[in-house]
């Protein structure tokens, strides 16, 4: 595993020139489903960027998956390097997952950032996150703001907003 490098679009549309979803300019007063598609790679490929390290961030790391993960997942590297989801009953924890993988399938995930999910319900069982408040590794690749009393103590990060979680993995203590 090793640093993910972003893989922006050949190239980003200035909304002038002619883009090969265009036959003419003045036929691009609506978007279509091509616009959206370049938008979403050129943010993405800029937010893989920027958690790479380009703004302080922990590293941007790639494995393959031992079992299905949803984005947002806390993770965790087996000894075989194979990506699960982190549990509170041993306390190990790498990261939280950019991606959805299925078994064998490749999945991204950083070790520290800013993460933003318009829906947490697979991570938190709510849609929403509570501003201001730690947050701490649950079970199987959950995160729960009630700290827990058994198991390992990890508190994972602060949700910064409604949509928005700030991710600080820190000390790890047996309960």
Sequence with gaps: MGYAHPNFPERIWDGLTKNPDRTKIVNDAWC??????????????????????GAGYGGLYEGIAA?????????NVRADGKIVLADNTDGEIAGMALTQ??????????????????????ITSTVKLNPGVDYYLSYSGFMTHI??????LVKVGKAQGLYTFDL????????
């Design 32 to 53: 279509n489903h091509q616009d959206w598609d370049q938008l979403r790679e050129e943010v993405i490929a800029l937010q893989k960027f920027v958690l790479s390290g």
């Design 67 to 75: 079992s299905p993960i949803n984005v947002g997942n806390l993770v």
């Design 101 to 122: 993988a299925s078994y064998s399938q490749s999945v991204e995930y950083i070790s520290s950032g800013r993460v933003l999910l318009t829906d947490w319900t697979a």
């Design 147 to 152: 700290v827990p009393t058994t198991g390992y």
């Design 168 to 175: 600080r993995i820190v000390l790890s203590v047996k309960l």
